[in-house]
């Protein structure tokens, strides 16, 4: 039986995914060969490419003016990689400091400029997001991170601001309907919501590139890859064909209105059993609890050994918390089933039982 897969990345995708990417990988196409021993140049790659990338498009609802990208270095390398193509020389930036992410983005921009942190939530564990915050006014751009895969919070709002805005959706892409063209830039590990590790999807308003002043190494030059229709050397071929597989299934389901209904009422399970449940306590603050990272401790640490026997015996895999928190950690992805969000809900019911 295929485990309750709760790990927060690499995670869960959709079974029939899997399926359909693992048959690709010994015959594609009905090629007689495989999807990862074909010229990334063939005709039938070429399609997966532009296949994934139209659906990106699709999804978001994104006007023309904007190219999306299937890059490689993770969106640990985009902390950089943004901050080079959008920083001026002697420029300035604005970051929204909410976790362990944020914060390597602004160490990696601080390296090429001046960065204001215009809010943390570093004083409290990273367990709340700032609000009333000031957005500075003289900056290139402001940089926030829309859900803390870590501590299981997430943004509900974006800042209003004159300047570029980028946002990290690594956790978070995909899973609900949002105005995506008040962003400029976004950028996402595929290993969170869409694929495998091993690519990562940029998506960049094409006006704002090419104004810095600054010369650009061409592997991180986003115009450069985008002049190449997103080919400029050899992409991540298995990475982009299983995320475009996810993005098919997510269209199928009904696109990112259907699928945010469904992580809303999946979320909802587990936040109700959380609060109702007096043996549990959630992380996050109530106000800006994720829909895809739930948080979570128990109220009496002496039921730990109880508690991973349960939700061990009732295979569940990935539960435990970010090295950095402790506690519990459910991440329930676009792909969690419902059922496997009640398996664990069960196993909480059935801690306060033997009670
Ligand atoms: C996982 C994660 C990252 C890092 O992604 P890599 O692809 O491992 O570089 C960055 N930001 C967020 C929000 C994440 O969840």
Known sequence: MKKHNFSAGPCILPQEVLKKASEAVVNFNGLNLSLIEISHRSKDFIEVMETARSLVKELLELPAGYSVLFLQGGASLEFLMSAYNLMKVDGKAAYLDTGAWSSKAIKEAQ???????????????????????????????????????????QLKEFPKTDALLVCDMSSDIFSKKIDFTQFDLIYAGAQKNMGPAGTTLVIVKDEILGKTGRKIPAMLDYKVHIDKDSMFNTPPVFPVYVSMLTLQWVKKLGGLEAIEKLNEAKAAILYDEIDRNPLFKGYAAVEDRSLMNVTFNLTDDSKQAAFDKLWNDAGISGLKGHRSVGGYRASIYNAMPIESIQVLVDAMIKLEEQA
């Not at 409290?124 to 859900?147: A, E, L, M």
């Open 111 to 153: 390296a090429l400029g001046e960065v204001t942190i215009m809010g943390s939530s570093k004083d409290k564990g990273f367990n709340y997001i700032p609000k009333n915050y000031t957005v500075p006014t003289d900056v290139d751009f402001v940089h926030v991170t829309s859900n803390n895969t870590i501590y299981g919070t």
